[in-house]
C-alpha cells in the first residue's frame, strides 16, 4: 500500500498507512506527552494527554489511537491542545496525594515531568481523594493505589506480555482501581512478581521495595550489565550509588530481553551487598569452618585433588562453578578441569 | 399537547420562555414522546441537549441527576470522564445543599468543556452538552443557589437509560457497544454472553439478520458503518470451535411455584420466549406442528445461508435450560388453544409465523399443476429433504428475500435455467443488496420489469410463464413508482417449473372467534404492540404472525417485550412493562442517530468484510456461502473501528 501524506506542525510527513499521529509525529521528533501509551500493548486511549488538534474534526484527537488519513493536517501544541492538556493534568492532581518531597518517583515522573512543561502547579479543584490501604506485604514491591492514574499499562504488561492476569480495572466511575482480584493483595494473586508493571507505572503507585529512601533517580548511575541467573542473557541495568547496587531495570533496548525482566533479575540483586557473603576462604577444623589464608586454602585444594585423582583417576571429581561469575573466570575454569582430565564440569546460576 | 419552554435538542436552541402557552412550539415536533409510562414528561436531558416542559423545574437539582447517573456509567478509563463527571457531580451536589460559591459555578463550564473535548468515548464527550447549555440559558438557576432562600428540591421521579445510535437501531436492543468493547479487549465469550441476554440465536443472527443496527451506526458519516452482523457470528462461532456453552446468568429470581408456559410455534420468537422465560424459572414447553424445531430458520432460510448445525446449537440451548419442544404436534387439530389453558397452563404465547401463500391473482395458479409451487411450500420441501419432482427450468416470481432464497436453492439443486421475475427495477428489490448480488454472481437470470399474467400448461403440468412488461408510473404510497402493465407486450418464459415468492399469509384456523384473540384485516394477530398481550386473558403473540412478513431480529424484539410482560403478568396479574422497557420505547421514539452530529472520528479505516466462497464452490451443493471473518485478527481490526458512542437519558417526570 503506498504512503499517507500529511502535515503535523506545518511540517509534511510521509508514512505507512495504518501509522498513528503519535507514531508520525514521533519520526519528526514532535514530542507528544502519553500516559497510557506503550508501543507493545494494545491502544488502549485512556488517559488523553496526547490529545491533537485535527483540522476538521469536530472535538480533539488521542494522537496515540488514530491512524493517519491522507492529507491530514495536525496540531500538536496549539492552543486548544495546551489548556486540554493543563485541564487533563488537574483533572489528575484533583484527588493525585501531593507527596512528592517524600515520593520515590521523584525526579522521574511522569506527572511531574508534565506538570512541570505545561506549568501546573496544582490542581484548583479540590475534589474527593481516594483513601485506599498499601500494600506492601510482599518482598518486593508496594502499591500505593492513591497514586494510581489509571493509565493501565500496568494491566496490559501483566496481561498481555507476561500473561499473568494478576491485575485488572475493578469498578467503575471515580472509584475506579487497578487491583488483583476482590482487592486482595498482590501476594495471593497470579502475580510471579516479574515487575513489568513496576518498570512501567509512570508515576509512583509502584515502587520497588529495596530501593526505597536509598537515592534518587538523579544520585543514581545505571550500569549495564548481563543478568547473571540464567543461561537466557538479559540485558539489565544496575543502579548504583556510592558503590552500591539499589536496583535494576531491564534494558529495553535489548534485543534478548526487550525491556523485560523475571523477578530474579528484576529483584534478586539484595546478595551483592550481603553481609552472609563469603569474602575469605573457610576450611573445616574439627567439625567448624575457619577463616584461613587464601594460599594457605588454594594449597590444601590442590594437594587434596592431586590425592584424590592419583587414587581414583581424574573422572572421581567434578568442577561446579557460578553462572554470577565472568565469561572469562568460567572459561578459565573448565580448562582448568579439563586440564586435570576430566569433563565434569557445570555451573549453576544459584551458586 | 405538551409544550416546549426551554430546548437545545439537536443543535438548535428553541428558547419559548417569553412566549405565551399557546404561542409555544409542540413537543411533538422535537419528535419527543411527552409521557413516560403514563406520566406527563417535565424534563429530558441528553447527549443532545436539554428539553424542559415544566416551568416549575430546576435546572440544577436535574443535572445532579444526570451526572451521578454519568458517574454510574463512566467506564472509569479516561481521565476526564471519570474525574471530570465527578467533579461536576460533586459542585452540583454542593451548590444544591447551599455549600458552594460563585468561583465554582464558574469552574463547572471549564470542567464540562474539557470532557466534552478530550474524552475517550461520547459519553463523556456527549454528557456536558446539557450543562453548558444550562450555564448558558439558566445561568439564574445556578444563583437562586447562592441566595439566602435557595430552591427547595422539588419532588420529581426521575429514568436513566444508556443507549447508543446502533443499540436503539437494533429491534431488540441488543447492547452493541458493550459486546463490541468486549472483542476489542479479547473477552469473546464475555461479548457473546452480552448477545444472549436478548437472545440465544447469536449464531443465527450472526448470518441472517438483516442489521438495522448498522444503518444507525455512526461511523457511517466518516467512512463505514461497523460489521456489526459479522462480529457477532465471529463470537459465536469462536465460542463454537472451542465448544463452550456460554449464557448469561440467570434472569431475575424464579417464582416460589414455577407457573407453566405454552409457546405455540418453535420459531425465532417461541424459541426466545421459551428461553427467557425459562431463564427467570418458569417451566415451558412449545408445540411445533413441524418435525423439525426452528420455523423458517429451519425450513425456510436455506442452510447455505444456515447451516442447520448452527442453528441446532442454539436450539439445544434453550433445551437445556428445561424447555421441552414438542414436535408433530399441531395446534388446531392435535391439541387446542383451550386444553392448554386447561391442562394448566397459566400463559400461552402464539409465534407461528406465516406458513401459507398468498394468492397473485395469476390465471392458472389455483389449477393445480404439476410444477407449480409457492416459494414457502418449495423451500420447507427442500429443507425437509423432499424436494418436488425437479425440472430444467424454473420461474420464480418475486424480489424480496424470499424470491432470492428460491432463485438460488434452485441453481443449487441443479437446475440450469433459473429465472426471477419482478416488477420493477433491480433498485427497488427489496431483498437485501447482499442477497441480489450473490444471485447475480450464481447465474439467476433476472426478468425486470414484467409481470406473469398466466400460468401455461400441458397436461396438467407447467410449461411456461406468460408475463407483461410493466412501465414505471406514479410513486406510490411506499414512495416506489407504481408499476402499470405495457398493453400488448406480453411474452412468453418457457419454464418447467413456476414458484410464486410475493407474500405469505398465516393459517389461524386454530383460533376461535370465541377465544376473544382478535385477528387484523391484514390477517394478523392483533396484540398491544407494547406488551403482545392480545385480547384473551392469559394469551400473548409475537412474530410474523402478529407483525406480518417481517425479520429474525424483529421477531426477538416482540418476543423479549412478551417474556417480559408475561412474567409481569404471572407475577401480578398485569401485563406491564418494566420501567427500562419504557425508556427504551421513549428513545425509539425519539431516535437516537443522528447523521448531521458528526462523531469524533478520523475515518479512513477499512471496514473488514466476511469471506466467501468462490461461486463454483458455491453451486456444488449447500455449502455455507459466507464464512465470516477469517480471524480473530480480522475481528479485532474491526472492533477497534468502533467509537463507543454510549449516550445517556434522563427523563425527568
Ligand atoms: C425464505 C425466507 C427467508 C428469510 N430470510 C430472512 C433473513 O435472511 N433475515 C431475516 O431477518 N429474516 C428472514 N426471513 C424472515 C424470518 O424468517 C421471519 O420473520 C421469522 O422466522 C419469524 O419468526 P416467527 O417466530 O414469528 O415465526 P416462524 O419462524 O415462521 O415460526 C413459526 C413456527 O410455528 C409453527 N406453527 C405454525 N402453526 C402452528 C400450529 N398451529 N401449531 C404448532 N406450530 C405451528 C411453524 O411450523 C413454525 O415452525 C425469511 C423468511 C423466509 C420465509
Ligand atoms: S509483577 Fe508481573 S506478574 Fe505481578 S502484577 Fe506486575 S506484571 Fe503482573
Ligand atoms: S499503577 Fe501505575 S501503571 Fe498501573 S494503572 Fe496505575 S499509574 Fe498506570
Ligand atoms: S461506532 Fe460502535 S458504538 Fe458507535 S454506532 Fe457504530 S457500532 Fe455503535
Ligand atoms: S497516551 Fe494517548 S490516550 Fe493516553
Known amino acids: ?351 | 399537547m405538551a409544550k416546549v419552554l426551554f430546548s437545545s435538542w439537536n443543535g438548535t436552541i428553541i428558547d419559548e420562555r417569553n412566549k405565551d402557552h399557546a404561542a409555544r412550539i409542540d413537543l411533538e415536533e422535537l419528535h419527543l414522546p411527552d409521557q413516560i409510562g403514563g406520566t406527563d414528561l417535565k424534563v429530558f436531558v441528553g447527549w443532545s441537549g436539554l428539553v424542559v416542559v415544566d416551568p416549575e423545574i430546576n435546572v440544577v437539582e436535574i443535572l445532579e441527576n444526570y451526572f451521578r447517573a454519568v458517574q454510574r456509567e463512566s467506564c472509569g478509563r479516561c481521565i476526564p470522564c471519570r474525574v471530570g463527571s465527578k467533579l461536576i457531580a460533586d459542585r452540583l451536589a454542593r451548590i444544591t445543599a447551599g455549600r458552594s460559591n460563585r468561583a465554582e459555578i464558574d469552574s463547572l463550564a471549564w470542567i464540562g468543556r474539557v470532557m466534552k473535548e478530550s474524552s475517550l468515548c461520547e459519553l463523556g464527550q456527549s454528557s456536558p452538552l446539557p450543562l453548558l447549555h444550562a450555564l448558558e440559558y439558566f445561568q439564574d438557576h445556578f444563583t437562586a443557589y447562592l441566595e439566602k432562600e435557595r430552591p427547595v428540591a422539588g419532588d420529581y421521579d426521575y429514568r436513566s437509560i444508556l443507549t447508543a445510535p446502533c443499540r436503539n437501531g437494533c429491534p431488540a436492543h441488543i447492547d452493541i457497544p458493550s459486546y463490541i468493547r468486549c472483542i476489542k479487549e479479547g473477552f469473546f465469550e464475555e461479548s457473546l454472553a452480552i448477545i444472549r441476554e436478548k437472545t440465544p440465536l447469536a449464531g443465527v443472527l450472526g448470518r441472517v439478520c438483516v442489521h438495522p443496527c448498522e444503518a444507525n451506526c455512526n461511523r457511517q458519516t466518516v467512512d463505514a458503518p461497523l460489521s456489526i452482523r459479522v462480529l457477532k457470528r465471529f463470537v459465536a462461532d469462536y465460542a463454537d470451535h472451542n465448544g463452550a456453552r456460554v449464557l448469561p446468568g440467570a434472569a431475575g429470581a424464579p417464582q416460589a411455584e414455577a407457573a407453566r408456559v405454552a409457546v405455540v410455534g418453535s420459531g425465532p420468537a417461541g424459541l426466545t420466549v421459551a428461553y427467557q422465560l425459562a431463564r427467570r424459572g418458569y417451566k415451558v414447553t412449545i408445540f411445533e406442528a413441524l418435525p423439525v424445531a426452528g420455523g423458517m430458520l429451519a425450513v425456510g432460510i436455506p442452510s447455505y445461508r444456515l447451516p442447520r448445525d448452527i442453528l441446532n446449537g442454539e436450539i439445544e440451548l434453550v433445551k437445556d435450560l428445561g424447555v421441552e419442544i414438542k414436535l408433530n404436534t399441531r395446534i388446531g387439530t392435535d391439541l387446542t388453544l383451550e386444553q392448554l389453558q386447561r391442562e394448566g397452563y397459566q400463559a400461552v404465547f402464539i409465534a407461528t409465523g406465516l406458513h401459507k401463500s398468498g394468492r397473485m391473482g395469476v390465471e392458472g395458479e389455483d389449477a393445480g399443476y404439476q410444477g407449480f409451487m409457492p416459494g414457502v411450500e418449495y423451500l420447507r420441501r427442500i429443507n425437509l429433504g423432499e424436494p418436488p419432482e425437479l425440472g430444467r427450468s424454473v420461474a420464480v416470481i418475486g424480489g424480496g428475500n424470499v424470491a432470492m432464497d428460491c432463485a438460488r436453492s434452485s441453481l443449487r439443486l441443479g437446475i440450469k435455467d433459473v429465472y426471477l421475475i419482478y416488477r420493477r427495477s433491480r433498485t427497488e428489490m427489496p431483498a437485501n443488496e447482499e442477497e441480489i448480488v450473490a444471485a447475480e454472481e450464481e447465474g439467476v437470470q433476472f426478468v425486470l420489469q414484467s409481470n406473469p399474467t398466466r400460468i401455461l400448461a400441458e397436461g396438467g403440468r407447467v410449461t411456461g410463464v406468460e408475463c407483461i412488461r410493466m412501465a414505471l408510473g406514479e410513486p406510490d404510497s411506499s414512495g416506489r413508482r407504481r408499476p402499470v402493465p405495457v398493453e400488448g407486450s406480453e411474452f412468453i418464459l418457457d419454464v418447467d417449473m413456476v414458484v410464486p415468492a410475493t407474500g405469505q399469509v398465516a393459517d389461524f384456523s386454530f383460533i376461535s372467534p370465541e377465544s376473544g384473540i382478535e385477528l387484523s384485516r391484514r390477517g394478523t394477530i392483533v396484540a398491544d404492540p407494547k406488551t403482545m398481550a392480545t385480547g384473551a386473558p392469559g394469551i400473548f403473540a409475537g412474530g410474523d404472525a402478529v407483525l406480518g412478513a417481517r425479520t429474525v431480529i424483529e421477531a426477538i424484539a416482540s418476543a423479549n417485550k412478551a417474556a417480559q410482560a408475561i412474567d409481569a403478568y404471572l407475577r401480578t396479574g398485569k401485563a406491564a412493562l418494566p420501567p427500562e422497557r419504557e425508556m427504551e420505547q421513549f428513545l425509539e421514539q425519539a431516535g437516537v442517530y443522528n447523521p448531521a452530529v458528526l462523531p469524533v472520528l478520523v475515518g479512513g479505516r477499512e471496514r473488514q468484510e466476511e469471506e466467501s466462497l468462490p461461486v463454483a464452490a458455491r453451486l456444488r451443493g449447500f455449502n455455507e456461502a459466507e464464512l465470516g471473518f477469517k480471524g480473530p485478527p480480522e475481528a479485532l481490526r474491526e472492533a477497534d473501528r468502533c467509537a463507543c458512542c454510549l449516550r445517556l437519558g434522563l427523563a425527568v417526570f
Open chain 1, 1 to 351: 500500500m503506498s504512503a499517507v501524506k500529511l502535515t503535523i506542525d506545518g511540517m509534511p510527513v510521509e508514512v505507512a498507512p495504518g501509522t498513528t499521529i503519535l507514531e508520525a509525529a514521533r519520526k519528526l521528533e514532535i514530542d507528544i506527552p502519553t500516559f497510557c501509551h506503550d508501543p507493545e500493548l494494545t491502544r488502549n486511549g485512556a488517559c488523553r494527554m496526547c490529545v491533537v488538534e485535527v483540522e476538521k474534526a469536530r472535538a480533539l484527537v488521542a494522537s496515540c489511537c488514530t491512524p493517519v488519513a491522507p492529507d491530514m493536517v495536525v496540531h500538536t501544541d496549539s492552543e486548544r491542545v495546551r489548556t486540554a492538556r493543563q485541564t487533563i493534568l488537574r483533572l489528575i492532581l484533583a484527588n493525585h496525594p501531593l507527596e512528592c518531597i517524600t515520593c520515590e518517583k521523584t525526579g522521574d515522573c511522569r506527572l511531574q515531568d508534565y506538570c512541570y512543561r505545561y506549568g501546573v502547579s496544582e490542581s484548583g479543584f479540590q475534589g474527593e481523594t481516594k483513601d485506599l490501604p498499601l500494600d506492601d506485604t510482599n518482598p518486593f514491591f508496594i502499591r500505593d493505589m492513591n497514586k494510581c492514574i489509571l493509565c493501565g499499562i500496568c494491566v496490559g504488561k501483566c496481561q498481555e506480555i507476561n500473561g499473568a492476569g494478576a491485575i485488572d480495572f475493578t469498578r467503575r466511575g471515580f472509584v475506579t482501581n487497578v487491583s488483583p482480584p476482590f482487592g486482595d493483595p498482590i501476594e495471593n494473586s497470579s502475580c510471579v512478581f516479574c515487575g513489568m508493571c513496576v518498570d512501567v507505572c509512570p508515576v509512583g503507585a509502584l515502587v520497588p521495595k529495596a530501593g526505597v529512601g536509598k537515592g534518587r533517580p538523579w544520585e543514581i548511575e545505571k550500569v549495564k550489565t548481563i543478568c547473571p541467573y540464567c543461561g537466557t542473557g538479559c540485558s539489565v541495568y544496575l543502579h548504583v550509588k556510592d558503590g552500591k547496587i539499589i536496583g535494576a531495570s531491564p534494558d529495553a533496548e535489548s534485543p534478548v530481553n526487550r525491556g523485560h525482566l523475571c523477578a530474579k533479575g528484576r529483584f534478586g540483586w539484595d546478595f551483592v551487598h550481603s553481609e552472609e557473603r563469603l569474602t575469605r576462604p573457610l576450611i573445616r577444623r574439627n567439625g567448624v569452618f575457619v577463616e584461613a589464608g587464601w594460599d594457605e586454602a588454594l594449597d590444601l585444594v590442590a594437594s587434596r585433588l592431586k590425592e584424590s585423582i592419583a587414587r581414583y583417576g581424574p573422572d572421581a571429581f567434578m568442577g561446579l562453578s557460578s553462572a554470577k561469575t565472568s565469561n572469562e573466570d568460567n572459561y578459565l575454569f573448565q580448562k582448568l578441569v579439563r586440564h586435570l582430565g576430566t569433563n565434569n564440569v557445570d555451573h549453576c546460576a544459584r551458586l
